[in-house]
Protein backbone atom coordinates (compact mmCIF):
# COMPACT_ATOMS: atom_id res chain seq x y z
CA UNK A 1 0.00 0.00 0.00
CA UNK A 2 1.56 3.47 -0.94
CA UNK A 3 -0.24 6.79 0.00
CA UNK A 4 0.39 10.15 -1.69
CA UNK A 5 -0.57 13.33 -0.14
CA UNK A 6 -0.99 16.68 -1.84
CA UNK A 7 -2.86 19.97 -1.16
CA UNK A 8 -0.95 21.79 1.53
CA UNK A 9 0.00 24.98 0.98
CA UNK A 10 0.12 28.19 2.33
CA UNK A 11 -3.08 29.83 3.44
CA UNK A 12 -4.25 33.11 5.30
CA UNK A 13 -6.37 32.72 8.37
CA UNK A 14 -9.74 32.18 7.62
CA UNK A 15 -9.58 30.04 4.64
CA UNK A 16 -9.82 26.92 3.15
CA UNK A 17 -7.94 23.95 1.72
CA UNK A 18 -8.50 20.40 0.07
CA UNK A 19 -5.95 17.49 0.65
CA UNK A 20 -6.26 14.69 -0.89
CA UNK A 21 -4.48 11.44 -0.43
CA UNK A 22 -4.49 8.84 -3.19
CA UNK A 23 -4.04 5.21 -2.31
CA UNK A 24 -2.64 2.86 -4.71
CA UNK A 25 -1.61 -1.04 -4.00
CA UNK A 26 -3.64 -3.72 -2.40
CA UNK A 27 -5.81 -1.54 -0.69
CA UNK A 28 -9.93 -1.26 -0.74
CA UNK A 29 -12.71 -0.30 1.35
CA UNK A 30 -11.76 -2.79 4.59
CA UNK A 31 -9.21 -0.29 5.40
CA UNK A 32 -9.96 2.78 7.48
CA UNK A 33 -8.48 5.59 6.30
CA UNK A 34 -7.79 8.92 8.48
CA UNK A 35 -5.95 12.16 8.48
CA UNK A 36 -3.75 13.32 11.16
CA UNK A 37 -1.21 15.96 11.63
CA UNK A 38 2.16 16.96 13.73
CA UNK A 39 3.18 19.67 15.38
CA UNK A 40 7.48 20.29 15.28
CA UNK A 41 8.58 18.08 18.68
CA UNK A 42 5.13 16.45 19.09
CA UNK A 43 3.52 12.80 18.04
CA UNK A 44 0.72 12.42 15.54
CA UNK A 45 -2.48 13.76 16.87
CA UNK A 46 -6.01 12.33 14.75
CA UNK A 47 -7.78 15.38 12.96
CA UNK A 48 -10.29 13.22 11.15
CA UNK A 49 -11.07 9.34 10.32
CA UNK A 50 -13.55 7.48 7.90
CA UNK A 51 -14.92 3.56 7.74
CA UNK A 52 -15.10 1.91 4.15
CA UNK A 53 -18.76 2.22 5.20
CA UNK A 54 -18.48 6.22 5.77
CA UNK A 55 -18.62 6.83 9.27
CA UNK A 56 -16.66 9.76 10.42
CA UNK A 57 -14.89 10.44 13.30
CA UNK A 58 -13.77 14.23 14.13
CA UNK A 59 -11.44 15.50 16.48
CA UNK A 60 -13.12 18.20 18.77
CA UNK A 61 -10.65 20.68 17.17
CA UNK A 62 -11.92 19.48 13.57
CA UNK A 63 -15.60 19.42 14.30
CA UNK A 64 -17.73 21.91 12.18
CA UNK A 65 -14.82 23.32 10.44
CA UNK A 66 -12.95 19.85 8.97
CA UNK A 67 -15.03 17.24 6.36
CA UNK A 68 -13.12 14.07 5.52
CA UNK A 69 -14.90 12.37 2.16
CA UNK A 70 -13.64 8.98 0.78
CA UNK A 71 -13.70 8.28 -2.60
CA UNK A 72 -13.77 4.75 -2.80
CA UNK A 73 -13.51 3.92 -6.43
CA UNK A 74 -10.69 6.78 -6.86
CA UNK A 75 -9.06 4.86 -3.56
CA UNK A 76 -8.45 9.05 -2.45
CA UNK A 77 -9.34 10.30 0.64
CA UNK A 78 -10.05 14.42 1.09
CA UNK A 79 -9.57 17.03 4.19
CA UNK A 80 -11.50 19.72 3.36
CA UNK A 81 -10.91 22.23 5.85
CA UNK A 82 -12.03 25.52 6.42
CA UNK A 83 -11.99 28.41 8.68
CA UNK A 84 -8.63 27.69 9.00
CA UNK A 85 -6.53 28.71 12.35
CA UNK A 86 -3.18 29.69 12.76
CA UNK A 87 -3.11 26.71 14.75
CA UNK A 88 -4.18 24.19 12.47
CA UNK A 89 -0.58 24.55 10.77
CA UNK A 90 1.47 21.16 10.92
CA UNK A 91 2.27 18.12 8.84
CA UNK A 92 -0.54 16.39 7.65
CA UNK A 93 -0.42 12.64 7.27
CA UNK A 94 -2.93 9.94 5.43
CA UNK A 95 -3.14 6.56 7.31
CA UNK A 96 -4.56 3.34 6.41
CA UNK A 97 -5.62 1.00 8.48
CA UNK A 98 -7.13 -2.80 8.63
CA UNK A 99 -6.41 -4.56 11.54
CA UNK A 100 -2.79 -4.74 12.63
CA UNK A 101 -1.57 -3.39 9.39
CA UNK A 102 -1.12 0.33 8.95
CA UNK A 103 0.51 2.41 6.54
CA UNK A 104 1.19 6.67 6.65
CA UNK A 105 2.09 8.55 3.85
CA UNK A 106 4.94 11.39 3.18
CA UNK A 107 2.77 14.37 4.73
CA UNK A 108 1.93 17.61 3.25
CA UNK A 109 2.57 20.74 4.98
CA UNK A 110 0.04 23.31 6.04
CA UNK A 111 1.43 27.13 6.85
CA UNK A 112 -1.82 29.27 7.86
CA UNK A 113 -0.18 33.15 8.02
CA UNK A 114 -1.12 36.52 6.94
Known amino acids: VHLVESGGGLVQPGGSLKLSCKASGSIDNTYAMAWYRQFPGERHELVASITGGGSTNYADSAKGRFTIVRDNAKTTIYLEMNSLRPEDAAMYYC?????????WGQGTQVIVSS
Open 95 to 103: KATRGLQSY
